[in-house]
C-alpha cells in the first residue's frame, strides 16, 4: 500500500508537469467536478484523452454547461481576457516573462520571434512592459493564447488563477519545485506517503474491529439458538453455563458450525456435549492467539520505545548539526566580513603605493630639471668666469699699454728729439710711427687685434672647462 501510495502521488506529479491538451483539460475538469476523486483514475484518464488528441491544441467551438445553455467560445474567451484586463496592473507586476516564455513556446502559443521580441528588445527594458507586451501577443493568439496563459497561471500562480477562473488549481507539485525546490518536493511527497499510511492502518485496525464484533455476535446468535433448541426439545441436557460465553476473546476467528436438527434427547446431549467441546476449543485457541498478540504487542511496543529512542537520538543530533552549521555560517560570515576588510586595506595601501610611485616619478623628473638647470648655469657661470678672465687680462694689457705710452712719452723719441717743436716736420721713424698708429688701430677697431681678443678667450674658455671638467 505504501508502493501504491507513492505510485499515486508520482502519478499525480508527472500529470501537474506534464501539459494537457485544451480539450483533455476541459473533460479533466468535467471528470473532477462530477465527483471523481480518484487521482489514478483522473490521471488515467487524461491520459488516455491526451493519447488520443495528440500533442497538439485543439480549439473547441462550444462547450457544454450544466444548465444546457451554450455560449460561443469566443465571448467566453472575451469575458476572460476582460476579467485579465481588470487585474491587468498587478498581473504585470507578478509576471515573470523569462519564466514563461519556455513553456508558452512548449505549448505552440508563441514563437522564436515572439520570445525574442519580448525578453531582448530594447523598446521594452523594464519586467512590467514586458509583462504588457507578453500579454498582447497571447490575446492576438485567441483560444491557444488563452489556455496556455491560463495553464500558467495554474502553475504559478494559483491565487490569480482562482480569483480570473473561480475554480481551485489542481497542479501543485510543479509550483512546489518552482519555489522549494527537489527537497522540499521530496518532504512534500515523504509527508503525504505517512498520512496513506495513517489512513490505511486506521481503515485496517477499524475493519478488523468490525469484523471481530460480528463474528462475536453471530457466535453469540449461534449459540443462544443452540440453547434454545437443547432446551426445548431435551430435558436430561444440561444447560449451559453462561460463563463460556462471557470469556471469548474478540479475536476469536473459527466459524462454529451449524447444528443439525436435534430428534432424540440423547442425540440432542450428545450434540450439546459436541457444541461444548467445540466451544472449549475456540476458547483455547483463542486465548493462544490472545496470548500470541500479547506477544506481539510487547514486542511490537519494545520495537516502539526502541524506534522513539533512536528518533529521540536523531533528533538531538539533528539539533547539534543545526547548531553547528548556524557557528559554521556565522564564522564564515565573519571570515567573509574580515577578508573583505582586508581586502578594502589592500586597495587602499595600493592607492596609496601608487600615489608614492606617482610622488617619486615627479620628485624624479624635478631632480632631473634641477640637474639640467645646474648643468646650465655651470656652463653660464663658466663661460662667465672665462669672460671674467679675458676682460681682466684686457684690462692688464691695457693698463701695461697705458703705461709704456705714459713711459715713452716721459722719455721721448731720441731721433726726433733735435726737431724744434714749433715746427710742422714729422718724425718717420719707426718708433714714432708705431706710436702714432696704435691709437688708430685702438679706436678703428681692427679686425686683426679683434681676432688676437677672440683667439685669447676661447684658449682661456677651453682651458678653464678642461680644469672643471677633468674626464
Not at 505510485?7 to 491538451?21: A, D
Not at 522564436?112 to 521594452?124: G, H, K, P, R
Request: contains cysteine; proline residues 4%.
Amino acid at each position: 500500500m505504501i508502493d501504491g501510495g507513492l505510485v499515486t502521488v508520482t502519478r499525480m506529479t508527472w500529470l501537474s508537469m506534464v501539459p494537457l491538451p485544451q480539450s483533455g483539460l476541459t473533460r479533466r475538469n468535467q471528470w473532477r467536478d462530477s465527483g471523481h476523486s480518484d487521482p489514478l483514475l483522473i490521471s488515467s484518464y487524461c491520459i488516455k484523452n491526451r493519447s488520443s488528441l495528440g500533442t497538439e491544441w485543439v480549439s473547441t467551438d462550444n462547450l457544454e454547461e450544466d444548465g444546457g445553455q451554450q455560449q460561443s467560445s469566443g465571448e467566453l474567451d472575451e469575458e476572460l481576457w476582460d476579467r485579465v484586463e481588470g487585474v491587468r496592473h498587478k498581473l504585470t507586476r507578478i509576471l515573470n516573462p523569462a519564466k514563461l516564455t519556455p513553456f508558452l513556446r512548449q505549448c505552440k502559443a508563441i514563437d522564436e520571434q515572439d520570445e525574442d521580441e519580448v525578453l531582448n528588445s530594447t523598446q521594452y527594458p523594464l519586467r512590467i512592459s514586458k509583462a504588457g507586451r507578453l500579454l498582447d501577443i497571447l490575446r492576438g493568439r485567441g483560444q491557444r493564447g488563452l489556455q496556455a496563459f491560463m495553464e500558467c497561471l495554474e502553475f504559478y500562480h494559483p491565487g490569480e488563477y482562482t480569483q480570473l477562473t473561480g475554480r481551485r488549481p489542481t497542479q501543485r507539485c510543479s509550483m512546489l519545485v518552482d519555489e522549494e525546490g527537489p527537497e522540499g518536493l521530496t518532504q512534500f511527497l515523504l509527508l503525504e506517503v505517512r498520512k496513506l499510511r495513517e489512513q490505511l492502518r486506521s481503515s485496517r485496525q477499524c475493519e478488523r474491529r468490525l469484523s471481530q464484533r460480528c463474528r462475536l455476535e453471530e457466535l453469540k446468535n449461534r449459540l443462544m439458538e443452540a440453547e434454545k433448541q437443547a432446551e426445548g426439545k431435551t430435558i436430561y441436557a444440561a444447560p449451559v453455563k453462561t460463563e463460556s460465553r462471557a470469556s471469548f476473546c474478540p479475536v476469536i476467528t473459527p466459524t462454529v458450525p451449524e447444528l443439525p436438527c436435534i430428534k432424540t434427547p440423547r442425540e440432542a446431549g450428545a450434540d450439546t456435549q459436541a457444541l461444548l467441546d467445540i466451544l472449549q476449543q475456540d476458547r483455547r485457541e483463542a486465548a493462544e492467539q490472545r496470548q500470541e498478540l500479547c506477544s506481539t504487542i510487547t514486542r511490537l511496543q519494545g520495537e516502539l520505545e526502541s524506534t522513539e529512542a533512536h528518533r529521540d537520538k536523531l533528533v538531538s543530533q539533528c539539533e547539534q548539526l543545526r547548531v553547528k552549521v548556524r557557528t559554521l555560517q556565522l564564522d564564515w560570515e565573519t571570515e567573509q566580513k574580515r577578508s573583505v576588510s582586508y581586502f578594502n586595506q589592500i586597495m587602499e595601501l595600493e592607492r596609496e603605493r601608487d600615489q608614492a610611485l606617482r610622488s617619486r616619478d615627479s620628485l624624479q623628473l624635478e631632480y632631473t630639471d634641477c640637474l639640467l638647470d645646474k648643468d646650465r648655469l655651470r656652463k653660464q657661470v663658466i663661460e662667465l668666469q672665462a669672460s671674467l678672465d679675458a676682460l681682466k687680462r684686457d684690462r692688464e694689457l691695457e693698463r701695461e699699454r697705458q703705461k709704456e705710452e705714459e713711459l715713452a712719452r716721459e722719455k721721448g723719441c731720441p731721433h726726433c728729439s733735435h726737431l724744434c717743436p714749433f715746427s710742422n716736420d714729422h718724425c718717420y721713424e719707426l718708433c714714432c710711427s708705431l706710436r702714432a698708429s696704435e691709437p688708430d688701430m685702438t679706436m678703428c677697431g681692427s679686425p686683426l687685434s679683434d681676432g688676437s681678443h677672440r683667439f685669447q678667450r676661447k684658449v682661456t674658455h677651453r682651458s678653464l672647462v678642461i680644469a672643471y671638467h677633468p674626464y
